[in-house]
């Protein structure tokens, strides 16, 4: 009897475990970032795009919502895209300079956790292709990735965003 209390009891909470938070269309803007000497603020917008703007895209600047289609009986239903634009602002060049974030891998067996790689290849700012985490959480979201200083050494780089 003992045991089938306990497993009662785990039921859920390993269920809430493995919720999946659905992408939130909007503007987030950095509330926190890791001190660092390149880069102070950051902000994305999440705008919902169709199926066929997300496959033009061919991976870049775009995400496929994995918590929007827990649902499996209607996984193609609810399924939704969004159009990602990010810009960090870059303090030797002073203002905000669009980056380019793609190939966006759900993490399977998370609430949000997504591998991607980060890129910026504007004439005043370059960034080679750099792996990067996003992880998404309701109205808030988290974004770090290492970038190569100048000097070789490396330099860790978090964002945490609120939705404005």
Known sequence: MKKKIILLLLIPFLTSCFHQ????????ISERV?????????????????????????????I???????????????RKYY???LYIFVIPLDKFVQFDIGKFSYIDGTSGLYN?????????????????????????AELGFQMQCEDETYQGIRFTFKKV
């Open 64 to 78: 496929k919502d994995r918590g929007s289609y827990n649902d499996k009986k209607n996984v193609r239903k609810n």
């Open 116 to 140: 991607t790689y980060l890129s910026c290849s504007s004439p005043e700012f370059s960034l080679e292709k750099t792996f990067a985490e996003f992880e998404n959480s309701y109205n808030k």
């Open 83 to 85: 159009r990602f634009n």
């Open 34 to 62: 890791l001190e660092n000497d390149y880069f102070s603020d950051a902000k994305f917008s999440l705008i919902e795009i169709d199926e066929k703007t997300y496959n033009e895209a061919n991976f870049i600047n775009v």
């Open 21 to 28: 938070y659905p992408l939130v269309s909007g503007d987030y």
